[in-house]
């Protein structure tokens, strides 16, 4: 009896995470551990909210965020499309930056599993 050889169950793609649009809905963590860029829009509100809100509202949604602290959810939406739509534009994320330069001791190959130093 000849065995076939093992084949891995494909599985669905799965949505790249620059294709997921920020919302109101979603809190501070998940816009900025998928869109990491927008990091530096919070801190621009930090002083108006007189509060770090990486430090205090991290696990807020956004509109709540908004409410609590006065600012404008709408130019905050604005400000976060604009710097995560500058990563399309040529800037990389810091994974793909390491995966980029994490040479595996092989002039030209890269390991994207080995963070660089």
Do not use: W
Request: aromatic residues 6%; negative net charge; hydrophobic residues 30%.
């Amino acid at each position: 009896m000849k065995e076939e050889p093992f084949r891995a169950k494909t599985m669905p793609m799965a949505r790249h995470e620059d294709d997921i649009h920020i919302t109101p809905e979603m809190t501070l963590l998940d816009i900025i551990s998928r869109h990491r860029e927008t990091e530096a829009v919070f801190r621009k509100y930090d002083e108006q909210a007189g509060v770090c809100l990486c430090c205090q509202a991290l696990f807020d949604p956004l509109k709540t965020v908004a409410e609590k602290y006065g600012l404008d959810l709408k130019q905050i939406l604005t400000d976060l499309a604009s710097a995560s739509s500058s990563k399309e534009s040529g800037n990389h994320s810091r994974k793909e930056h390491d995966a980029h330069i994490a040479v595996d001791g092989k002039k030209g190959q890269v390991n994207p599993f080995k963070p660089s130093p």
